[in-house]
């Protein structure tokens, strides 16, 4: 499978508190802007905050992860982030940019530690990590700051790849692999995929013995989401927007046919948030290679959804 692929990457880690917002606020005309949530919006809270300041306003750094190169790209604007990503719910609580991190050229376990560190700080202060990520390489170091607090952890992993190699032109450190070095640390029956339709023959076996997978959509995970309520696991969420049709997201590396919609990932999200959420990451938004902005804005809107379905599931927004 042709698999090479420049990437830009977009990485910040968020960490969401409860409430004393020192998120920069903006004015912004809720009328003007378009929102999933507006069922839950009595229409009464006052309109100051958004989300998306945590995103970046400039161009991030090259970096190199492993053997493929990922370039620098234009990622969105504060101003473009709002326009794309208000919500008034998410003047209920706050949002905090630990900012980029500058990862190593050349050494993808150099990168991993960084962001297992930022990671684990980011835990160790109580607050909830979310990565945005290009590359999905990030889980990793995600998961290894997660087990070290939640040796229990279970991950709920949407994607169209399977991400199961045990190497990928041998490299262990590759997005291909990130969900198979996860079960090298947390074990069987702990990992729970979702949308896959693409992956060679090992993948598809190791997964029959080792995870527990759902191809093409989100068959089966309001079933899982009871079962996780249930047991009240600790489970790290993992979106690949490439689970998305490419038809709504082509911005990513690679593309497959087949996939969910907007409306069904919304769906899914805020199904399984319902469980005890305790970290997530975003990745495989590529910028540059959608033209149009319309993967970007995308993503925006999943991240701006996930965040208010976070609401619900993770008791540090209810503080
Ligand atoms: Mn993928
Ligand atoms: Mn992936």
């Known amino acids: 499978m ?34 999933f949530s507006a069922e839950d919006f009595s229409g009464e809270t006052p309109i100051a905050g958004i989300c998306i300041t945590s995103l970046p306003d400039k161009k991030v750094g090259s970096v190199m992860l492993g053997s493929r190169i990922l370039v620098p790209g234009d990622v969105l604007t504060a101003e473009q982030a709002a326009q794309m990503t208000f919500s008034p719910r998410l003047t209920e609580f706050d949002i905090f ?57 279970h991950i709920v992993h949407f994607d169209a790849h399977a ?74 969420l993992t979106i690949d927007l490439d689970c998305l049709d490419p038809s709504c997201f082509p911005g990513t590396g690679t593309p497959e046919a087949g996939g969910v919609s907007f409306l069904q990932l919304l769906e899914a999200i805020r199904t399984v948030t319902k469980a005890n959420i305790v970290g997530a ?5 590529a910028p540059t290679l959608d033209t149009t902005g319309v993967s970007t804005a995308t993503a925006c809107k999943v991240l701006r959804e996930l965040l208010i379905a976070l609401d619900k599931g993770w008791p540090g927004f209810q503080v």
């Open 163 to 236: 991400d199961l190699r045990d190497d990928y032109l041998g490299a262990k450190l590759s997005h291909a692999c990130v969900l198979r070095r996860c079960h090298d640390l947390i074990g069987d029956g702990r990992i729970h995929q979702f949308c896959i339709r693409s992956g060679d023959r090992t993948e598809f076996e190791f997964a029959a013995a080792h995870t527990e997978m759902h191809k093409f959509d989100f068959t089966g995970l309001a079933q899982l989401t009871e079962q996780l309520c249930a047991s009240k696991v600790p489970v790290y």
């Open 2 to 35: 042709f698999r090479n692929r420049l990437l830009a990457l977009l990485l910040a880690v968020c960490c969401v508190a409860g409430l004393s917002c020192a998120a920069a606020a903006a004015e912004v005309d809720c009328d003007s802007v378009y929102c």
């Open 281 to 285: 990451d975003l990745n495989e938004l």
């Open 97 to 153: 940019d630990s900012g980029d991190l500058e990862l190593c050229f050349g050494s993808s376990e150099s990168a991993l530690a960084d962001i297992q560190s930022r990671a684990a700080e980011i835990l160790h202060d109580g607050k909830f990590p979310l990565l945005l990520g290009g590359e999905h390489l990030v889980t990793l170091g995600a998961v290894r700051a997660m087990v070290e607090k939640y040796p229990d952890l």
